[in-house]
């Protein structure tokens, strides 16, 4: 009778489960921008995924460790305060236009959010003051006080560079441009968040100096947050000559940059918009726009191809570049050629690249390989320059009967020679 109504119990718990699951909104808001790291690819390296030091919007603002750094946001907001003639109401009207943008906010990001309305409001709006006066004072357009702590050690600035790229410590655009357009700098301020941002970030993909910023190229762009500005950075210039491989199956891997110079292809740096734009040219040439590898660059890809990888209808273009670039470094050897023809500026060492490419994409999904077409035009290249060796060698050397039995039997004779040399040697003592 017991094992009866235990019975009954759980059939009652099990609709009680099914009740509150079919109730509860389990789709991701269509909107949805910023996720958590998909703990496929954090298990690879977890510190290039989570902040160091500062904490940007909801994910990670209730990290103990990561407090000390919420005085110097406040150090910043004081700042905006103070520049208007009633602070007071100032901090009420950011609170107030930040609130009226909580519901479109929250659906930018993806999962639950452990904090009511009041905290979510308060995060957003100390978080994004805090990251544009921190661009503004690095475009001067601001000064920079003696006592400002990111511009007075280095290490802060480090680790914010770090933490400002995280796909997780996103603060939806949105957002940031209302608070950009309610702070706006003295002397009727010039340059906008577009152009301010990118600025901040000018060498973080190249360290050649960055074509001049035109931001009304990315205004008509539906702009999610600063990592998905930078990757509008490397995706635009593309566009023009924009085609992703519909053959979702196909793979045609480029050979490593060693075997490319000894098949007759050179390596050529040249300047682009875009360390993306790897063209191969019909004479032989392999165009490609220098790398600067630096500390924050294996964050930075991290964190890219995490966000292609989680945000629907993003083609895989930066997860497809780490892919090339990994078949392209193969060996020690071919980061040392990369080096002699300047398509990488390295901060680390060889064998840290090398490793480097090696596990940047991994677990990373490439429905659509962007660079199918420069690699199958590589691959046939190659295979045309060994039938010309072959047909050259051929043609010269086996062209007639005489010259074919000319070839066996110097063969021959250098065989013979070959063990003559090794039994007429002394022996060995």
Same mark, same amino acid.
């Given at each position: 009778?017991?094992?009866?109504?235990?019975?009954?119990?759980?059939?009652?718990?099990?609709?009680?489960?099914?009740?509150?699951?079919?109730?509860?909104?389990?789709?991701?808001?269509?909107?949805?921008?910023?996720?958590?790291?998909?703990?496929?690819?954090?298990?690879?390296?977890?510190?290039?995924?989570?902040?160091?030091?500062?904490?940007?919007?909801?994910?990670?603002?209730?990290?103990?460790?990561?407090?000390?750094?919420?005085?110097?946001?406040?150090?910043?907001?004081?700042?905006?305060?103070?520049?208007?003639?009633?602070?007071?109401?100032?901090?009420?009207?950011? =609170?107030?236009?930040?609130?009226?943008?909580?519901?479109?906010?929250?659906?930018?990001?993806?999962? $639950?959010?452990?904090?009511?309305?009041?905290?979510?409001?308060?995060?957003? =709006?100390?978080?994004?003051?805090?990251?544009?006066?921190? +661009?503004?004072?690095?475009?001067?357009?601001?000064?920079?006080?003696?006592?400002?702590?990111?511009?007075?050690?280095?290490?802060?600035?480090?680790?914010?560079?770090?933490?400002?790229?995280?796909?997780?410590?996103?603060?939806?655009?949105?957002?940031?441009?209302?608070?950009?357009?309610?702070?706006?700098?003295?002397?009727?301020?010039?340059?906008?968040?577009?152009?301010?941002?990118?600025?901040? +970030?000018?060498?973080?993909? $190249?360290?050649?100096?960055?074509?001049?910023?035109?931001?009304?190229?990315?205004?008509?762009?539906?702009?999610?947050?600063?990592?998905?500005?930078?990757?509008?950075?490397?995706?635009?210039?593309?566009?023009?000559?924009?085609?992703?491989?519909?053959?979702?199956?196909?793979?045609?891997?480029?050979?490593?940059?060693?075997?490319?110079?000894?098949?007759?292809?050179?390596?050529?740096?040249?300047?682009?918009?875009?360390?993306?734009?790897?063209?191969?040219?019909?004479?032989?040439?392999?165009?490609?726009?220098?790398?600067?590898?630096?500390?924050?660059?294996?964050?930075?890809?991290?964190?890219?191809?995490?966000?292609?990888?989680?945000?629907?209808?993003?083609?895989?273009?930066?997860?497809?570049?780490?892919?090339?670039?990994?078949?392209?470094?193969?060996?020690?050897?071919? =980061?040392?050629?990369?080096?002699?023809?300047?398509?990488?500026?390295?901060?680390?060492?060889?064998?840290?690249?090398?490793?480097? +490419?090696?596990?940047?994409?991994?677990?990373?999904? =490439?429905?659509?390989?962007?660079?199918?077409?420069?690699?199958?035009?590589?691959?046939?290249?190659?295979?045309?320059?060994?039938?010309?060796?072959?047909?050259?060698?051929?043609?010269?050397?086996?062209?007639?009967?005489?010259?074919?039995?000319?070839?066996?039997?110097?063969?021959?004779?250098?065989?013979?020679?070959?063990?003559?040399?090794?039994?007429?040697?002394?022996?060995?003592?």
């Amino acid at each position: 009778m017991a094992e009866r109504d235990q019975i009954v119990v759980d059939v009652k718990l099990l609709g009680s489960s099914f009740e509150d699951m079919m109730a509860e909104p389990l789709a991701m808001a269509l909107n949805a921008s910023i996720f958590k790291t998909p703990k496929i690819l954090l298990r690879h390296n977890e510190s290039a995924y989570i902040p160091h030091a500062f904490s940007f919007g909801p994910f990670h603002c209730k990290n103990e460790q990561l407090k000390l750094t919420q005085r110097i946001k406040w150090k910043y907001m004081q700042g905006i305060l103070r520049r208007s003639p009633d602070p007071h109401r100032k901090w009420r009207e950011l =609170v107030d236009a930040i609130a009226s943008l909580k519901d479109p906010a929250r659906q930018c990001y993806a999962g $639950s959010i452990d904090l009511d309305d009041r905290e979510f409001i308060e995060v957003l =709006v100390l978080d994004g003051c805090f990251i544009i006066e921190l +661009f503004r004072k690095d475009c001067d357009i601001l000064p920079k006080e003696p006592d400002d702590p990111i511009f007075a050690m280095s290490c802060f600035l480090e680790y914010l560079n770090h933490d400002l790229i995280l796909l997780e410590n996103q603060i939806p655009w949105l957002v940031l441009e209302r608070l950009f357009s309610l702070t706006m700098a003295p002397d009727s301020e010039r340059k906008s968040l577009i152009m301010v941002t990118l600025e901040y +970030f000018a060498n973080i993909f $190249s360290s050649k100096k960055p074509d001049e910023t035109k931001p009304e190229q990315f205004e008509v762009r539906n702009i999610k947050h600063i990592l998905d500005l930078l990757r509008h950075s490397l995706v635009l210039p593309l566009e023009k000559g924009y085609k992703c491989s519909n053959r979702k199956r196909e793979w045609d891997i480029c050979p490593s940059a060693m075997t490319l110079q000894e098949s007759g292809i050179k390596l050529q740096r040249v300047n682009s918009a875009s360390i993306l734009d790897i063209k191969f040219r019909s004479n032989g040439v392999l165009e490609i726009p220098p790398l600067l590898i630096q500390e924050t660059t294996e964050t930075l890809f991290r964190n890219l191809i995490s966000f292609e990888q989680c945000c629907p209808n993003y083609e895989p273009i930066v997860t497809s570049y780490a892919k090339l670039m990994d078949s392209l470094i193969d060996t020690n050897k071919d =980061v040392k050629l990369l080096f002699e023809y300047h398509l990488i500026d390295n901060w680390l060492n060889i064998g840290d690249v090398t490793q480097f +490419f090696k596990k940047l994409y991994y677990d990373a999904r =490439v429905k659509n390989f962007y660079y199918l077409p420069v690699c199958q035009e590589v691959n046939l290249y190659c295979r045309r320059w060994r039938s010309r060796l072959r047909y050259a060698y051929t043609h010269r050397y086996c062209g007639s009967p005489w010259a074919i039995v000319s070839q066996v039997v110097g063969t021959i004779l250098l065989i013979l020679a070959i063990l003559q040399t090794l039994f007429s040697s002394p022996p060995f003592k």
